[in-house]
């Protein structure tokens, strides 16, 4: 194609973008077909991607084609090994994408859609594709290195520790926010607990199958999974129907905790083969699938957006979460534009598979413009439902009580018209006995999936079916997270024990293994059932505390590549790093601070222990506590998500100390002190 | 265009193994072969379990996003 017919090509598209994103942004008062917030959204992705993320990777990295890759010059044939790069960005795309950007979307819906939409978007080209590209470069360019390891060759052992503590918290509230979701989701729904309970024998029997009776064949076995899961999922409905079976399995969130705590623990200690193994790769196919069928089914649907494109609660008020836009929304949508947990993902096995270093904007910036996508589409899903069906499911019993009657009333006193018989009528067509306060973003996304599929297949027969295939999806790929990351977590709790007392580092030592899984364990179950049992409901203030640290986490990975950018004597550049680190530190820190100090009872951690140890004091009980247990229970959870947060603005803090001085040293040695590997490797 | 197709199909499968942590088998037969060839080669069953355990071993392998 000639020079001047791509160029008519990208002015058409950007014109298409322009349109879209005009009309997503100034249209009021009238609904705007979904359509045109995904056309927006594939616009900006593909002028970023040619202008922005191919300027990275060429111009700011200086990736050069003929150097070779680890992939390339250590070519084990196992781990290394050189990939095409759409292969490539499959394996890359199915790594980072998970929850996270199909809840915090959900949450952030309640400001309407178009603040999130913004922020997924800008944030994306601007941050989190820019983390993701980068960080894959630099540890491509160290053999495939972790962020903590390049932290610590890169800013000094000191700043590597620091940043090795930092991830360890971040897994554990990760973890405990994952279940917490799930919890949510399957409690008091004997449907979704059935099934996400039927899929551990599943699991076992595909392990056993992979292992012994047909060794190594992935597809005869994960065919023979996703027949029994759908038939898993199709007898659900019989079993909630049945009131004796139905009674079987109907947990309150307690007992739930319990049983996903005690779960974590056996599945990170079993043989990976067995159970591990088998759930991920179910849950990896069925995850790209169900996204797959989403994207298609909002194409074929062409839902309109019932949410409006900004409610009063942009300004702070909100039922779902509280405290103002910026810097919340901020942190609220973490995983969609921004998420810090990439760049372990982009310092882990992509790195060591590059055929050709031009690639790292392909699958660094490509992959997570994907995910971006992904969040877009979950703002859809939960902006194509009724806005007062939506409140209901996300606001906690709290605000608008536990009867359907008073909940409408509440909800259309806001201005989002609802009546109690459209709350029975939608729990009743998704086969729930209720919707209301179903926090955390997954039953709500559900709903606006099934809401979805059933336009496509089935109608509203069909509707509890894809209501049920949506819980599915997700909580078993969360329950594969969380299996996952305890084991995860267990080797970096051994190796930070090991640091101290070395024997403790033996993996295969079943007595370390036992004992650094039940430390992980703890720990995440331990915020976990805090989170199950908070009156306010546990989202609340668990969700903010985990957008902080992984937008920290972002924050820490950003501030590295612009320290490795000034090492490389690439600092006329260091801004495409150093500008959203900077906005990322700034929010995170902004956040936490009011999260610690503010005053405001909504908002501050401390504020809100303050409240309840006085009125304890006087021997009051405030709502929504009904008891001095309760009461008790806010001020320790308060306490303790405080603490947190001082955590890990403390973190923050000292890697920007750290950073800086970094800089100012390499600023002072005027040649390119970098720490990079090349040339051949000694045979092995 | 056949070959086009057989093209597209091997690569998805491909892909849809290296998602769940499984490389390419011929790619590792041949790089044996050609670099290593007085030393044994892994038989599928081997190399399937060696790659499975190193998807959940020690290092960052094991972490899914959020």
């Known amino acids: 194609m000639s020079d001047s017919v791509k160029r008519l090509g990208w002015a058409a598209v950007a014109l298409l973008g322009a349109i879209a994103l005009g009309i997503v942004a100034l249209k009021r008062g009238e609904s705007i077909n979904a359509l045109w917030l995904v056309m927006a959204a594939v616009c900006c992705y593909m002028l970023a991607y040619r202008y922005y993320g191919l300027f990275i990777a060429n111009k700011v990295l200086g990736a050069d084609p003929s150097r070779p890759t680890p992939a390339v010059r250590r070519n084990d044939g196992l781990d290394y090994v050189p990939t095409n790069k759409y292969v490539l960005f499959g394996h890359h795309f199915a790594a980072i ?30 941050a989190g594709a820019v983390q993701d590209s980068m960080v894959l470069f630099c540890s491509m360019r160290r053999d495939g290195r972790s962020l903590g390891d390049m932290i610590r060759s890169e800013m000094g052992p000191v700043a590597g520790s620091i940043a090795s503590l930092g991830i360890l918290l971040i897994m554990i509230i990760i973890l405990a926010i994952l279940a917490l979701v799930v919890v949510k989701a399957l409690a008091g729904s004997p449907w979704g607990t059935f099934t996400v309970f039927a899929t551990i024998p599943i699991a076992i029997l595909m392990g056993i199958y992979s292992r012994f009776i047909r060794p190594g064949r992935i597809a005869e076995m994960s065919v023979i999974g996703f027949i029994l899961l759908m038939s898993a999922l199709v007898y659900g409905r019989n079993v909630a129907e049945d009131p004796t079976l139905a009674a079987l399995f109907t947990f309150k969130g307690e007992q739930l905790a319990l049983i ?8 990170s200690v079993l043989p990976v083969w067995l159970l591990l193994a088998p759930r ?68 882990g096995t992509t790195p060591k598979m590059i ?29 194509v439902i009724e806005p007062g069906v ?8 709290a605000v608008i009580g536990a009867d359907v009657a008073q909940a409408a009333a509440k909800i259309s006193s806001w201005g989002f018209l609802i009546t109690p018989e459209m709350l029975i009528e939608t729990a009743k067509d998704v086969g729930e006995t209720t919707i209301l306060s179903r926090v955390g973003g997954a039953p709500t996304l559900a709903v606006g999936m099934a809401h979805i599929f059933s336009n496509v297949i089935g109608g509203k027969a069909m509707m509890g079916f894809w209501y ?9 790929f969360i329950l594969t997270a969380v299996d996952a990351g305890t084991r995860a977590c267990r080797f970096m709790v051994q190796d930070m024990i090991g640091a101290v007392y070395a024997p403790f580092r033996a993996t295969r030592n079943w007595t370390n293994n036992l004992i650094a899984t039940g430390i992980s364990v703890a720990m995440w179950g331990y915020i976990l059932y805090a989170g199950v049992i908070d009156p306010f409901g546990g989202i609340n203030s668990l969700w903010p505390l985990f957008g902080i640290s992984n937008q920290m986490l972002a924050g820490m990975a950003l501030v590295m590549v612009t320290v490795i950018l000034f090492k490389m004597k690439r600092s006329q550049w260091a801004w495409v790093s150093g500008a959203p680190a900077a906005f990322l530190l700034v929010c995170t820190t902004w956040a936490g601070l009011l999260k610690i100090f503010s005053s405001d009872p909504a908002i501050g951690f401390f504020a809100l222990a303050n409240k309840y140890s006085a009125a304890m004091a006087e021997n009051k009980l405030l709502a929504p506590a009904k008891t001095a247990d309760q009461m008790a229970q806010v001020v320790h959870n308060n306490m303790l998500d405080g603490v947190l947060a001082c955590l890990f603005v403390l973190v923050v803090v000292s890697m920007v100390v750290y950073g800086v001085a970094s800089i100012l040293k390499a600023r002072r040695i005027d040649k390119p002190t970098a720490i990079e590997v090349s040339g051949p490797v000694a045979a092995e | 265009m056949l070959d086009d197709l057989k093209m597209i199909k091997d ?56």
């Open chain 1, 280 to 347: 991920d790769y179910l849950s990896t196919f069925l995850k790209i699938g169900a996204i797959v069928a989403l994207a298609i089914g909002i194409a074929i649907v062409m839902p309109p957006l019932k949410m409006p494109a900004i409610t009063q609660f942009i300004d702070g008020t909100g039922p779902v979460f509280k405290g103002s836009w910026a810097p919340f929304l901020f942190i609220t949508i973490a995983c969609g534009s921004v998420s810090g947990f990439h760049a372990l993902i982009s310092s």
């Open chain 1, 390 to 397: 939506y409140f209901a499911m996300n606001s906690p019993g």
């Open chain 1, 355 to 383: 055929e050709n270093e031009r690639q790292v904007a392909f699958i660094g910036y490509g992959g997570m413009l994907m995910e971006s996508f992904v969040a877009a589409m979950a703002m859809v899903a939960a902006s």
């Open chain 2, 11 to 66: 690569r998805l499968v491909q892909m849809s193994r290296l998602m769940v942590g499984i490389p390419d088998y011929d790619a590792y037969v041949a790089h044996r072969l050609v670099n290593h060839p007085d030393q044994p080669v892994m038989s599928y069953e081997e190399f399937f379990r060696n790659r499975q355990d190193a998807r959940y071993g020690v290092g960052t392998g094991t972490i899914r996003c959020c």
């Open chain 1, 468 to 476: 049920h295939f949506a819980i599915l999806f997700e909580a078993l």
């Open chain 1, 97 to 126: 994408a998970g929850a996270g950007p199909l809840v915090g979307p959900v949450l952030a819906a309640q400001m309407g859609y178009l603040p999130g939409t913004l922020w997924i978007i800008g944030g994306v080209v601007f």
């Open chain 1, 260 to 267: 996903i705590i005690g779960y974590g623990f056996v599945a």
